[in-house]
DNA sequence: AAAGTAAAATAACAAGTGTTATATGCACAG
DNA sequence: CTGTGCATATAACACTTGTTATTTTACTTT
């Protein structure tokens, strides 16, 4: 019959995710991933229509790792949001390219922050309603305020201006919960 | 003599510094600057050694800009770093790709979040020195967690994910700001 | 008016991009 | 063992990028 195939859509598909986590999304190119994966351009090309199927295929294999990301990351956390947020803010800080992608980068395949955070974990709603049942009178607007400290984080994570450790930060999230519940 | 100049240093980097507003950094090319000053690339290349060193003027230009927006922006409000975290989170709003540019975007041109606000305008000091007066105990700590805050939502209006209008802004930066004081 | 000279336009080069046409190689059916 | 058919490699095309070489243009001085 025919020849046996060697380079496999999960050969390329890792190979380009690495490349985003590494180098960032705009440095996948077909020569460098091919380069990478040890082959010719024409093994992606066979599994995958063009680069764009590629780079679509690379964005929901960073969104499942930021699900999984999240998932795996301990529950230390008292407060709502804590423990997302400590999450969101170390993501940001280790996977920088992948961070930029997902919540940053303004590209035709990005999801809305809101959609990216309630993924199949649904963690949000969950937060909210913690947050509900503790009492707090105004669980949506105190989720706003929260986010918008956590992302601010997170961003400087990001690029570098964020040096607190997890305990720190940890702290500092409890205690802005706190401080906004009172406001 | 010679044949006059018609394309000056002022024209080539005021259409560069015009793309980068409106279409982003990345966009700015040779011939697409030459096309919209209605020349070829040829004066670019008199008035400016490469494409790097226009781009660093641009860079400085959107500095300037930056500091220029902040001088003029109305003076509002009464808690400290509330002025300067308006000006920041509209200026994000309204000039996304110079804030990108500015705060955001991992070139090696950047300056680092400190030396931009800082710039001959002296925004941070004079804020921080704000809130000593004002008899808070620890004003760097405060102007930490007031920063992270403001960066959250100067973030999220780049990106379209934050849309409070300027009097709710102002008046969650205030109450932001004395939550974080009695924490 | 003529000439010289700097500015601008045109055209070209090398490098890098996505993509495709063509050639090669290999595993199994006959 | 030999041919068939798919997987791969090689090579090429069209396009975009920065940059430079060459040509044309027009202004100023003589």
Redesign the pocket.
Known sequence: ????????VQ?ILDTAFTMTREEGFA????????AKA?????????????????LDAVYAQAETFFQDYYSLYPRTGKTPFSNLGMAYIKFAREERYLFELLFIADNPRKKSMYELLNGKVGNVVYEINLARVQGCPDPGDLFMKMWIFIHGAACMAMTGDYDLSDRETLDLLERSYNAFVGM
Chains 1, 2 share one sequence.
């Open positions: 019959m025919a020849r046996k195939e060697i380079i496999t050969n440095n996948v190119t077909a020569r460098k991933v091919a040890g082959c010719s351009t024409q093994p992606i090309f066979r599994v995958y229509k063009n680069m764009d199927e590629l």
